[in-house]
């Protein structure tokens, strides 16, 4: 069973418009949800990270939002750019548990075209 | 940037061969943890460590061992190689960033046939 769910394996958006990748979870003692991007033959970079004490969390173009009572975050980039075109992965952990271990989603491939 | 390397790059060996990938950190972190990433499943934690010779199993550690003799090198094993063992292995360290994001070596290719 997923703990960690990215439902859609691809999206596509035209340059310079918004971007939203989703993300669902079924375990509510995560309390600390981050996104990664990667790109081929390379390994995950870190993005941006939420604490579930808070419901947004702003980085220049990146800002992820979390709906704790529906157990889903998001990723918004605008204005999303060539360079954005990735696979993006949502990680999840119980940090305040014994269980500290990111939980990876199977992640969203994105494609920004010019 | 944390100092974490990956080896080999790249490795093709035949089924029911012993295999050894290597992870190197030069941080002195303490967490260091074994991914591997495959088509539709996403990154799937193997193995992890929490301290010289102190490790524990992941969601999919069937066929793999590790082992940790020094702070800097956490291996990953897979004593008989199975073609369903292909795939990109990734190797990550917890840091002590506010984030509490890891970072994630390049990553190793292993292809089993």
């Known amino acids: 069973d997923q703990q960690v769910k990215q439902n859609s394996p691809s999206l596509s958006v035209q340059e310079g418009r918004i971007s939203i990748l989703n993300c669902d979870y079924t375990n509510s003692m995560f309390d600390y949800f981050l996104w990664y991007k990667k790109y081929p033959a390379e390994g995950p970079t870190f993005l941006i990270s939420?604490?579930?004490?808070?419901d947004k969390n702003e980085d220049g173009r990146f800002t992820v939002f979390l709906n704790k009572s529906a157990k889903h975050l998001s990723l918004h980039i605008v204005p999303s750019q060539p360079g954005d075109s990735a696979v993006y992965f949502c990680a999840a952990a119980n940090y305040g548990g014994s269980q500290g271990n990111l939980i990876f989603g199977k992640g969203t491939k994105l494609s920004v075209k010019p | 940037d944390a100092g974490i390397t990956q080896s080999p790059r790249h490795k093709v060996t035949e089924t029911g061969t012993p295999v050894t990938l290597r992870c190197h950190q030069t941080?002195?972190?303490?967490?260091m943890y074994w991914y591997r990433q495959d088509p539709g499943h996403g990154l799937r934690l193997i193995h992890y460590?929490?301290?010289?010779?102190?490790?524990d199993k992941g969601e999919v550690s069937d066929g793999y061992s590790v082992s940790r003799s020094k702070t800097e090198d956490f291996l990953l094993t897979l004593e008989s190689a199975t073609s369903s063992q292909t795939s990109v292995y990734f190797c990550?360290?917890?840091?002590?960033?506010?984030?509490?994001?890891?970072?994630f070596g390049s990553g190793t290719r292993l292809t089993v046939v």
């Open positions: 990550a360290i917890k840091g002590q960033a506010s984030n509490y994001g890891y970072t």
């Open positions: 941080e002195n972190h303490r967490y």
């Open positions: 939420i604490s579930s004490i808070k």
């Open positions: 460590s929490y301290g010289v010779k102190d490790t």
